[in-house]
């Protein structure tokens, strides 16, 4: 297969309601997509970077410039190409995990198009749907938080994540934990505690959780073995998982006993797949993470969380858990469920109308 072509595009989604977390607050994502063309097909990648650089170092402008002069032209050199090969041809660039992940996505979605085989396939899916979870964000009081929740578990959802910061997480943990009963709970920190914190996180042992994610910083993974020790709730580690090795070397440490699978934040699909294989084999579970992607990035998240590794509900929420309007068909849960896409490559496509729509800038490539 061969490059001819590559669309950057950026696109512009409100999100339903402001999302609020330890390292800011969402409004609307500034989205990031590609789509290649080859000689056989067209394929779609979505870049999860956010507008800033928060959540990780990298933010949606640097990936459109490293696409734009390095990734990009290195992939549209190869002579035959196909997105198995991509994160060797992309090796020499050091990080911008994000951006070659969208690179990646794209490449093996016009890739399984042109096959005519599914993403779901491709990865080893063996489900034929997904349990869906819900992340609530930061909210501005308990009476909010608990508002929303009950919404939430009203409309299907099996699981709630709560997003937690120091001075927020204690009370509405054990609030939703009275009003809520037995639910299947759980909590996400987003790096925003220390060390010094194990004390105060014990306080949440008592609640029965089904995890606390990545409460410290991502590169104390030491740290989180030594806090791994002190709480009675599972550590899950999230932005301290990198790659493969990182995963295999957090459990060899007793950093984790369950991880956050992102494929956007270790590089692509493909390699999310091995870090499923790393956690299978040494018996630790696995879920998917989710970046308010739209249904580009959500229908590849489905496929990726129908492996059979992944036995806890993801953040593979329905569409209108944060956008109106979608720029695919929705996803739209049911019975607390998602459907895995079955149709070639990622098995959506974009609605043209309402992409153009939400479109704020395009870019073409010519290779």
């Known amino acids: 297969m061969k490059l001819t072509g590559v669309e950057l595009r950026r696109i512009r989604m409100p999100l339903v309601a402001p999302f609020r977390t330890s390292f800011g607050t969402e409004v609307d994502r500034d989205v990031l997509l590609l789509r290649v063309v080859t000689e056989d097909a067209e394929g779609w990648g979505e870049c999860v970077a956010m507008s800033d650089p928060l959540y990780s170092s990298e933010y949606v402008d640097a990936a459109a410039d490293v696409l734009r002069r390095f990734l990009v032209p290195a992939v549209a050199a190869r002579p035959a190409l196909d997105a198995a090969s991509i994160a060797s041809v992309l090796s020499p660039f050091k990080g911008h995990r994000m951006a070659k992940a969208a690179l990646e996505m794209a490449v093996l979605d016009a890739e399984l198009r042109a096959q005519n085989r599914s993403m779901a396939r491709e990865l080893g899916a063996v489900r034929q749907r997904v349990p869906c979870g819900v992340s609530v964000g930061i909210m501005d009081s308990i009476a909010e938080l608990g508002d929303a929740v009950d919404g939430y578990l009203d409309a299907g959802y099996v699981r709630i994540k709560l997003k937690i910061q120091p001075g927020w997480d204690v009370e509405p943990v054990r609030a939703v934990r009275e009003r809520f009963g037995d639910v299947l709970l759980q909590v996400d920190a987003n790096t925003a505690y220390t060390r010094a914190d194990a004390r105060h996180l014990a306080r949440l042992d008592p609640f029965d959780l089904l995890m606390i994610e990545q409460p410290l910083d991502e590169d104390d993974v030491l740290g989180h073995a030594d806090l791994a020790r002190a709480l009675r709730t599972p550590l899950c580690l999230d932005e301290s998982i990198t790659s493969a090795r990182a995963a295999a070397a957090a459990i060899s440490l007793g950093a984790c006993a369950i991880v956050n699978v992102k494929a956007g934040r270790v590089g ?51 569409s209108d858990r944060y956008y109106r309007t979608d720029i695919t068909a929705p996803f739209v849960l049911d019975e607390g469920y998602l459907p895995v896409p079955t149709g070639p490559g990622l098995g959506v496509e974009p609605v043209t109308a309402i992409l153009d729509a939400v479109t704020t800038a395009k870019e073409w490539l010519s290779l």
């Open 268 to 318: 692509g699909y493909l390699e999310a797949r091995r870090i499923h294989d790393v956690c299978a084999a040494h018996g630790v579970p696995v879920w998917c993470g989710g970046m308010l992607e739209t249904g580009l990035g959500r229908a590849a998240n489905v496929a990726l969380a129908g492996l059979p590794g992944f036995t806890l509900p993801g953040d593979t929420s329905a």
